[in-house]
C-alpha cells in the first residue's frame, strides 16, 4: 500500500514539475514534445538525480530521499519558500511509518476566543484545520448570510466558495484567486493527515461536482497563513471592499480566526456599518 505522504509528495512534485517550461530553467526545447512543462529525465539533471530514483518519487513509492536531495528539487523546481517547507514536510512525514492513530479529536473553539468574537466590531468567524465554519459573529453573519440556512456539514469555506446557489460571487473579477487562497490552505492542512476523513469528504464532494474544483486543486498551491482582499456584492447596500487577515489560535494544526476589515474612515466602512445596522434592526423584528 503506498503511503499516503508519499503519493501527496508525488503529486505535488508532478504537479510543480508541469508547471515548468524548459526555457525557465535554461534549457533549450528541442523537437516535438509530449509534455507542457518538463520532462522526468530534465528535471532529475537539473537535480542531479537518476531519472530511475525521480520517476519513483513521483510515483509516490518506497523513497526516503534526504535533505540535500530536497534541496536539490526544491532548486530545480524553483519553489518558492511556502513551497519548499511543503515539500520539506511531506517529504519528512514519508520517511516516517503512519501513526496508528492520529490526533483527530473534534476541534474545539476557547470561551475566551468566543467572547473576542462577540465584542470584535468587525466581521469575524473561526475556522476549523479544514475551514469548517465553528463560530462567527453578529457582524460575519450580517455579510456572509445566517448559518442556519445550511447543513451542519456544509457550513465550510471552502464548500460555500464553490457553491453554485451563491450567485454573483463568482461574477467577482478576484474569484479565482479568493478560491486558491482557500485552497491553498486545505492543502497545508492535507499535509498534516492526508487520510483525514473531513478532508477526504470535503475533496472528495467538490471534486464530483465542480470542474472548477478539480483543476484548481491539481495545481497543488499551498498556503501557510494567508491575507489578502475580497469584494462582497451586498444588493441593499452595494459592493464593499474588505481586507482579510488569518489569525492562529492554539493548536497545531488548530483553528485560525479570519477577520476582514475596511480601512476607517473608508465608504467600505460606512457600508459595513450600514449593513450591520440593517441585520441588527432585521434581527429585532423577528
Known sequence: M??????ELGDFLRARRSR????????EPGGRRKVTGLRREELALLAGLSTDYYQRMEQGREVRPSDDVLDALAGALCLGEEERRHLFTLAHAARRPMPTRMNRDPERVPDSTRRLLRVTD????VLGRHLD???????????????????????NMLLLMFDDTMTGERN????????????????????????????????????????????????HDVRESVSGTKTFRVPEVGDIVLDWDTYPLPGSPGPVMLVFTAELGSADADRLQLLASMHATRSTHR
Open 2 to 7: 503506498t503511503h499516503p505522504y508519499a503519493r
Open 20 to 27: 515548468l517550461r524548459p526555457h525557465d530553467v535554461g534549457l
Open 122 to 125: 468587525t466581521p469575524a468567524v
Open 133 to 155: 465554519l465553528l463560530d462567527w459573529n453578529l457582524m460575519a453573519e450580517a455579510l456572509l448570510g445566517a448559518p442556519d440556512a445550511y447543513p451542519p456539514d456544509g457550513l
Open 172 to 219: 467577482c473579477p478576484n474569484w479565482e484567486r479568493q478560491a486558491l487562497d482557500y485552497i491553498g490552505m486545505m492543502r497545508a492542512a492535507v499535509a498534516t493527515d492526508p487520510t483525514h476523513p473531513r478532508a477526504t469528504a470535503i475533496v472528495g464532494e467538490l471534486s464530483i461536482r465542480s470542474a472548477e474544483f478539480r483543476r484548481l486543486w491539481a495545481q
